[in-house]
């Protein structure tokens, strides 16, 4: 079973530029997550998608993030304006469909370094 | 509200010895539990999780974890460090939809 992918693994930019991170989850999950991970912290939950409605939201900074999930497939973050806050990893992850409390399928992360 | 402490941002041990890493949680009902690990440069995998039943939990790579509910705890153990347990180990719980992680704790291996 192909796990969750991420694209692209690194990136580096300029403050005020913008960025996008694609996410392709595990065929069949139909939650999807993503996590902004800042150097020796936990992982925090940014947004969550069930199918390609919105679950949760509420950790976005919705001035400068957006995502989508079009079809309840694969998924975009993007930011726009980027500061050097931003700089972390960004980790999508899936899990399966209609179920609480499973665990979380993750993919290796894209690395952002804003400078 | 839910959340999730781990005590020691940092541990070490030698190869060969015990490993106990702290995992508190607050909820206000009885909550699901996991315990992920990182290794560098890479997502999340599952060690093993809580979700009913027996309060020990076995999970993969020899570690396993005790649910206490009067201490509200879930730690993470294994008999024998190996060099290749090395990495960082993440406490998380869930509710419903809503998962907390802690902050994590980088477990140091040393020959």
């Known amino acids: 079973e192909a796990g969750v992918a991420q694209s692209p693994r690194y990136k580096i930019i300029e403050k005020r530029q913008s960025v996008a991170f694609w996410c392709n989850p595990i065929?069949?999950?139909?939650?999807l997550y993503w996590y902004q991970q800042i150097l020796g912290q936990g992982p925090k939950l940014l947004i969550q998608?069930?199918?390609?409605?919105?679950?949760?939201d509420s950790q976005l900074p919705k001035d400068r993030f957006s995502a989508e999930r079009l079809k309840g497939v694969d998924s975009t973050l993007k930011i726009q304006p980027a500061k050097l806050e931003d700089s972390a990893v960004y980790l999508c992850?899936?899990?399966?469909?209609?179920?609480?409390?499973?665990?979380?399928?993750f993919g290796q992360g894209t690395r952002l370094t804003v400078v | 509200a839910q959340s999730v402490t781990q005590l020691g941002s940092h541990v070490s041990v030698s190869e060969g010895a015990l490993v106990l890493l702290r995992c508190n949680y607050s909820s206000s009902v009885p909550p699901y539990l996991f315990w992920y690990v990182q290794y560098p440069n890479q997502g999340l995998q599952l060690l093993l999780k809580y979700t009913t039943g027996a309060t020990l939990v076995k999970g993969i790579n020899g570690f396993e974890a005790e649910f206490k509910k009067s201490e509200t705890s879930f730690h993470l153990t294994k008999p024998s460090a190996h060099m290749s347990d090395a990495a960082e180990y993440f406490c998380?719980?869930?509710?419903?939809?809503?998962?907390?992680f802690g902050a994590g704790t980088r477990l140091f291996v040393k020959a």
């Open positions: 998608f069930q199918n390609n409605g919105v679950v949760d």
């Open positions: 065929s069949g999950h139909a939650t």
């Open positions: 992850a899936s899990s399966p469909q209609g179920q609480e409390n499973t665990e979380a399928f």
């Open positions: 998380a719980v869930s509710r419903g939809f809503k998962t907390i």
